[in-house]
């Protein structure tokens, strides 16, 4: 079964810090561009941070994330992650990792349509 599984979410104080996972199931992560994307309520869903297949390499931030997360990936777990550092309560949000063939980290982050697999969402609440 080809699924995307993500993890690490939940309550954290103004400044704290969490450590999101993605893991795959069912395919290589070798090829895929893989992005984080979050969704807050009445709001659209936007690229946080990305990261381009592994023979590309490069990652993109949102500006508004820049400085504060990183994004990385373990191919040999299959599994990329993003460490949220200072969060803020805007940043308040259900996150979403998703999965696209080949592509570079820009390319996905723009524009969340151009994501091909999804996974469940996980909460992260930013909140004192």
């Known amino acids: 079964q080809v699924q995307l599984v993500e993890s690490g979410g939940g309550l954290v104080q103004p400044g704290g810090s969490l450590r999101l996972s993605c893991a795959a199931s069912?395919?290589?992560?070798?090829?895929?561009?893989i992005g984080w994307f979050r969704q807050a309520p009445g709001k659209e869903r936007e690229g946080v941070s990305c990261?381009?297949?592994?023979?590309?390499?490069?990652?993109y931030y949102a500006d508004s994330v820049k400085g504060r997360f990183t994004i990385s990936r373990d191919n040999a777990k299959k599994s990329v992650y993003l460490q949220m550092n200072s969060l803020k309560p805007e940043d308040s949000a259900v996150y979403y990792c998703?999965?696209?063939?080949?592509?570079?980290?820009?390319?996905?982050?723009?524009?969340?349509?151009?994501?091909?697999?999804w996974g469940q969402g996980t909460l992260v609440t930013v909140s004192s």
């Open positions: 998703a999965a696209a063939w080949m592509a570079t980290a820009q390319y996905i982050c723009v524009d969340y349509r151009r994501l091909e697999r």
């Open positions: 069912g395919f290589a992560l070798d090829n895929y561009a």
């Open positions: 990261i381009s297949r592994s023979s590309d390499g490069s990652s």
